[in-house]
């Protein structure tokens, strides 16, 4: 067990839907990232946030927005799905930049 | 653009013995670097990483090589067991401000 811990495990929705992915950090990490797993693209970084600011941005669409809140936790958004968003997706945290990342274990989700 | 892959998508090695796991990065500028392992249904795990002003880290049972001649990364696993069975990833992150780049990953057999 990582210590990070992120909600929900499973999660099927329809092509157009909005859905939020929660995250919370290990305790202590004020770093957050999140990432997109999928078969054909690998893991892919979307998005870092660092005690409630963005810090880095990956490959993160126009159609994705996170946000990290005062207690740490963090939330990414995905609105008007598409099949090709079906992935899994992880959250993970560390202390700080560059610092060791413990990974969730990670979101499923399905759109159909 | 910046990339890091890997040589070899699978690699089988019979237990006990020593398995190497390779990783080619192409941005010069890259000044830190991670190795994963994720095994079936969970989450990436932090093996161990590695400075850009470094040439070798040692862990337990694992050693990262980083040869920045020929941007060249790997992962030494020693007396390879049934668990180290998994899929490995390289990662590169370049400055403190910049995103985290993962390679396609490498899946590790181990033959009986």
């Known amino acids: 067990d990582s210590g990070v811990t992120q909600t929900p495990k499973h999660l099927i929705t329809a092509t157009g839907q909005r859905v939020t992915l929660r995250c919370s950090p290990r305790?202590?990490?004020?770093?957050v990232y999140w990432y997109q797993q999928s078969l054909d693209q690998g893991l892919q970084f979307l998005i870092q946030y660092y005690n409630g600011e963005e810090r880095a941005k990956g490959n993160i669409l126009e159609r994705f927005s996170a946000q990290q809140f005062p207690d740490l936790h963090s939330e990414l958004n995905l609105s008007s799905l598409e099949l090709g968003d079906s992935a899994l997706y992880f959250c993970?945290?560390?202390?700080?930049?560059?610092?060791?990342?413990?990974f969730g274990p990670g979101t499923r989700l399905t759109v159909t | 653009g910046e990339s890091v892959g890997l040589h070899l998508p699978t690699l089988s090695v019979q237990e006990g013995d020593n398995s190497i796991i390779n990783c080619a990065y192409s941005?010069?500028?890259?000044?830190?670097f991670i190795w994963y392992k994720q095994e079936s249904g969970k989450g990436p795990q932090f093996i161990i990483d590695i400075r850009s002003n470094m040439d070798k880290r040692q862990g337990q049972r694992v050693t990262v090589l980083l040869n920045k001649t020929v941007k060249h990364l790997s992962l030494q696993i020693a007396a390879t067991q049934p668990g180290d069975s998994a899929v490995y990833f390289c990662a590169e992150s370049v400055n403190r401000d910049d995103k985290i780049i993962f390679g396609k990953g490498t899946r590790l057999h181990i033959l009986p």
């Open positions: 941005n010069s500028a890259s000044d830190y």
């Open positions: 993970a945290s560390s202390v700080g930049h560059l610092y060791e990342q413990y």
């Open positions: 305790s202590g990490d004020l770093s």
